[in-house]
Nanobody, 124 residues
Framework: QLQLVESGGGLVQPGGSLRLACTAS????????IGWFRQAPGKEREGVSCISSRGSSTNYADSVKGRFTISRDHAKRTVYLQMNSLKPEDTAVYYC?????????????????WGRGTQVTVSS
């Protein structure tokens, strides 16, 4: 069983930065692609970024390109999402998810395992 736990959310002013972390456990985590998703109230879950199992490939939604950076540390079994130049529209619950088939997709249906999420609020 693969388990994911997100951390690092919080309240930040517009233009500020946060770094989210997704720590994985379970025998398949090292071979899984990891994605970050977000869901704002009243909106559908949106794919934000993903990284391949080896960390050699990344993908980003247009809305976050140039502002967010995804990376992973295999030794720590952790995937990070560095979020810079945050905007109020980035406010959402952020989830990480694992895809054991490493498809590098930004749609939720491609992922088999999910964390419980961490709240990010961008407000002055």
């Amino acid at each position: 069983q693969l388990q994911l736990v997100e951390s690092g959310g919080g309240l930040v002013q517009p233009g500020g930065s946060l770094r989210l972390a997704c720590t994985a456990s379970g025998f398949t985590c090292d071979y899984s692609g990891i994605g970050w998703f977000r869901q704002a109230p009243g909106k559908e879950r949106e794919g934000v970024s993903c990284i391949s199992s080896r960390g050699s490939s990344t993908n980003y939604a247009d809305s976050v390109k140039g502002r967010f950076t995804i990376s992973r540390d295999h030794a720590k079994r952790t995937v990070y999402l560095q979020m810079n130049s945050l905007k109020p529209e980035d406010t959402a619950v952020y989830y990480c998810a694992a895809d054991i088939h490493d498809k590098m997709a930004l749609w939720a249906g491609a992922y088999e395992y999910w964390g419980r999420g961490t709240q990010v609020t961008v407000s002055s």
